[in-house]
């Protein structure tokens, strides 16, 4: 019936571009390549190995004592609230300060040991200084 029906001389194509704008148009940036740990362990994690054992345990400790203090103190309110359970609520709460206390007390007892090391390696460096000598005058 139409004649434009036989020729695609009057089909318009929308979505594709024109030869002109893809001469305008920057090429697209290439991504750079990630190292995973799925790609058979060829990423470089040789840092991870330079943290002290006892840091590292203490520090995931302190980590997992924190989130369940955050979640605890916050679910044990809504809980309360919410759906009327006063004593499950509570104990939610509690339980959420005593990680929270938790988290101080393995945060402390890192910062202990750690400046119990210090002063050790302190003491060791210094030369043993003659009891018997007095201090030099100025």
Do not use: C, H
Not at 13 to 19: A, D, I, L, T, Y
Not at 22 to 45: H, Q, Y
Not at 88 to 108: M, N, S, W
């Amino acid at each position: 019936m139409f004649s434009l029906d036989e020729d695609d001389e009057g089909e318009v194509s929308f979505g594709e571009s024109s030869e002109a704008e893809r001469e305008m148009t920057p090429d697209p940036p290439e991504a750079p390549s990630v190292k995973t740990f799925d790609d058979g362990g060829d990423a470089d994690f040789e840092g991870a190995s330079d943290v002290d054992q006892a840091t590292l345990r203490a520090f995931v400790v302190a980590v997992i004592y924190a989130n369940a203090a955050v979640l605890l103190v916050a679910l044990g309110p809504m809980v309360w609230f919410f759906e009327g359970r006063l004593r499950v609520g509570l104990a939610l709460f509690g339980g959420g300060l005593l990680a929270g206390i938790r988290t101080y007390q393995t945060y402390r007892a890192w910062k202990r040991s750690r400046d119990e090391a210090e002063d050790s390696e302190g003491q060791t460096d210094e030369p043993d200084a003659d009891p018997d000598s007095t201090p030099p005058e100025a």
